[in-house]
């Protein structure tokens, strides 16, 4: 059965494609979730012309994403402060969200969902990288130096 999809689908597609599943998975799943639309005439003419609008969206999306990638480049480096031990272990950790604060504070404005930490939040004062993703495959990465608060 072929159908549209109004929405991404894991292992399946993005929002507007045309993909040819089981009858059943589509009836029981993917239709009544409004996750996709069967694949008539009439829809599929909606969907080209839609397209086009949605192309250009994507595409004033990407470009918004590489200049934020390039000031943020341009940074090169983010300062944290945060309370310690001796052996500096902080008092707490230092997550997604107070990264993106630190960012924004330097002039960039990200949300937590565009920051990614490989090794989990950041628990001891020392030197990391971050992943800074926008748009799809568009990321880079930041240094951070989580430093004690005096």
Sequence with gaps: MKVILLDK???LGIA???VNVKSGYAR???IPSAKAMLATEE???FFKSHRIFSESN???MRLEAECKISKIQNI???TITSKSSILGK???SIGTREIADAVTKS???ISKNNVFLPDGKIRALGDYDVVIKFYRKISTILHIHVINQS
Excluded: D, I, R, W
């Design 28 to 30: 029981n799943f993917l």
């Design 9 to 11: 689908v894991k292992n």
């Design 16 to 18: 507007g494609t045309e």
């Design 58 to 60: 994507a595409n004033k």
């Design 90 to 92: 902080l008092f707490g």
């Design 107 to 109: 002039g960039v404005q």
């Design 43 to 45: 829809n599929v003419l």
């Design 76 to 78: 090169g480096s983010v």
